[in-house]
């Protein structure tokens, strides 16, 4: 079958692109779709560096005590068993 976004087909797309939003819209199309991509950029470092944060807070609190702590709430579906 071979490359689908080779040589005449991509003209093909181009073109019907084309006629769907116009040629006054293009630039308009290709700015928002840069400043949408240029945000998630953003966005996804922020979440990367929010994960190291607590990453790097989060070690040395235990490897201190030297036991691990857990940040889940206990399970509510069955009571405590008393002994």
Known sequence: MGNLFAGPHLWIIL??????FG????????KSMGQSARVFRGEMKA???????????????????????STEAPS????????
Request: aromatic content about 0%; hydrophobic content about 45%; charged content about 20%.
């Open 15 to 20: 073109i019907i692109i084309l006629l769907l």
């Open 23 to 30: 040629a006054a819209k293009l630039p308009a199309l290709a």
């Open 47 to 69: 979440m990367k560096a929010e994960d190291a944060a607590d990453k790097a807070d989060a070690a040395p609190a235990d490897t201190a005590s030297g036991t691990t702590t």
């Open 76 to 83: 509510t579906d069955t009571p405590p068993r008393s002994s």
